[in-house]
């Protein structure tokens, strides 16, 4: 009751980014078990901490290789720490609540609500549920497709169902890692296994509200009965797969005469798509990133930098940040007052939210830009890319982690746990519960541009 009551003076949002630092300790401290480690390998403190964060953020990025350096044992601990991450804390919190017959109350709905980033209680443990038995059941079917098929690459049936089970809760978690040693890129030329992941990939981070109104409508009684998908379903799908498709216009058109060169049409298509997907947050890739060409490396850090969308696995300023951003800019434009979109309007609150968000991220990739100009003698492309793959929790790099400094792999740490929180939660750990305005101050106008 005393650590009950403890919590009690702290908001949802400090007590949300306490549960995910207590997360990232205890999985250091699993990771770092001398059976969770190869036989003769040593891992420092930082660099165990470093792949702690990584994968409790489900980013991926790696300061050692993930398949000379851990065990099967410590596979499995990644792949535990990956689904926490992934799915949330509080999700899988309070799913073990619900086993044990814990009472769902108001504090941990609050909780729920803020880890889930929602903006109403009701129906959250309901939500919880949808969430969880989604996710474990994209999990479970890529697992049995993968695991037999790889059954084609590898000798025996347990390594190539490990590698099956791995694959697929990275591929859904959106985390990036792999226990093959080279991501996806001996599968270059083995479409069904790019489809598959990034059938995945697309689940995982499209957002988990999406994937309750497609089961809904999918599986509603009355067919005949209209269904009416949300705004955010619409806003958030709609600018998931625009980002998807501009990706891979981009890569395609940048690259033509430079990495797909001599390509034939099918590989020129797929490696330019499943590289477009594999930013909005997965990691995973098909090819050396070191071999595209810098406009297009350029693309790739600003679709990092937008990431996944709201209430996902995944990172970023998210997909409907970047909609209102684009939205208010266009109807600003036009001399409108309000933001309209599917015939819808959208609030204020929300309208300021996202230009936060963007100005805050974007002082925050800056920042942990100039810093690691300071510390790494690397280029300023490489750099810019390794600061967008952490903040957006994607994973991507150009080869450089590994040879990182102490103080630049605090500074990725730190960016890597600010992407999966968001950029909401860690700026109102700050912040106390909101108080109302007893009064109302004069309001005038300032020369704005």
């Known amino acids: 009751m005393k650590v009950k009551a403890f919590f009690y003076k702290f908001t949802p949002y400090q007590v949300i980014v306490a549960?995910?630092?207590?997360a990232v300790i205890v999985s250091t401290l699993l990771l770092h078990l001398p059976f969770a480690l190869q036989e003769g390998v040593q891992l420092s403190f930082i660099d165990t901490l470093f792949i702690a964060v990584s994968a409790i953020s489900v980013t991926g990025l790696s300061v050692v290789d993930i398949t000379e350096t851990f065990s099967v044992?410590?596979?499995?601990?990644?792949?535990f720490i990956l689904q926490f991450g992934g799915i949330g804390i509080m999700t899988l919190g309070t799913f073990i609540w619900l086993v044990l017959r814990k009472r769902i109350g108001l504090q941990e709905r609050r909780l729920i609500m803020t880890d889930q980033n929602?903006?109403?209680?009701?129906g959250l443990v309901v939500l919880v549920k949808q969430v969880l038995f989604l996710i474990l059941l994209i999990e479970a079917v890529g697992f049995l497709i993968l695991g037999i098929y790889l059954l084609k690459y590898y000798p025996s049936l347990?390594?190539?169902?490990?590698?099956?089970?791995?694959?697929?809760?990275?591929?859904?978690?959106?985390?990036?890692?792999d226990i093959v040693g080279a991501s996806l890129v001996p599968f270059a030329n083995d479409y069904f296994i790019q489809f598959i992941n990034m059938m995945l990939i697309i689940l995982g981070a499209i957002g988990f509200p999406v994937l309750i109104e497609v089961k809904s409508f999918l599986f509603r009684k009355d067919n005949h009965h209209f269904f009416r998908f949300s705004l955010f379903?619409?806003?958030t799908t709609s600018t998931y797969f625009a980002l998807i498709l501009f990706g891979l216009i981009m890569i395609f058109l940048l690259e033509y005469s430079h990495f797909l060169a001599g390509k034939s049409w099918h590989e020129k298509i797929f490696y330019s798509l499943f590289q477009s997907v594999t930013t909005r947050n997965a990691g995973l890739a098909t090819m050396d990133m070191a071999d595209f060409s810098v406009p297009t490396l350029l693309i790739l850090s600003v679709l990092m930098f937008i990431g996944a969308s709201p209430s996902s696995v995944g990172g970023g300023i998210r997909t409907t940040t970047f909609a209102v951003i684009c939205l208010s800019i266009y109807h600003f434009a036009r001399g409108n007052r309000h933001v309209r979109v599917f015939k819808r309007e959208i609030h204020e609150t929300d309208i300021m939210k996202a230009f936060v968000v963007i100005i805050v991220a974007g002082i925050l990739c800056f920042t942990a830009t100039v810093l690691l100009c300071v510390f790494e003698p690397f280029s300023l492309i490489a750099i810019i890319f390794e600061v967008c793959s952490a903040f957006g929790t994607t994973g991507l790099s150009l080869g450089i982690t590994a040879d990182l400094t102490f103080p630049s792999k605090v500074v990725m740490i730190l960016l890597m746990f600010i992407g999966r929180i968001g950029i909401i939660s860690f700026l109102l750990i700050f912040g106390r519960e909101k108080i109302k305005d007893h009064y109302k101050l004069l309001k005038e106008r300032v020369i704005i541009g």
Do not use: R
């Not at 044992?73 to 792949?79: E, P, R, S, T």
């Not at 347990?158 to 890692?177: C, D, H, K, R």
């Open 118 to 122: 929602q903006i109403s209680l009701s």
């Open 73 to 79: 044992i410590g596979y499995l601990i990644l792949i």
């Open 233 to 235: 379903t619409k806003l």
């Open 19 to 22: 549960y995910y630092f207590i």
């Open 158 to 177: 347990p390594e190539a169902l490990l590698q099956g089970l791995f694959m697929s809760v990275s591929a859904t978690t959106n985390a990036g890692f």
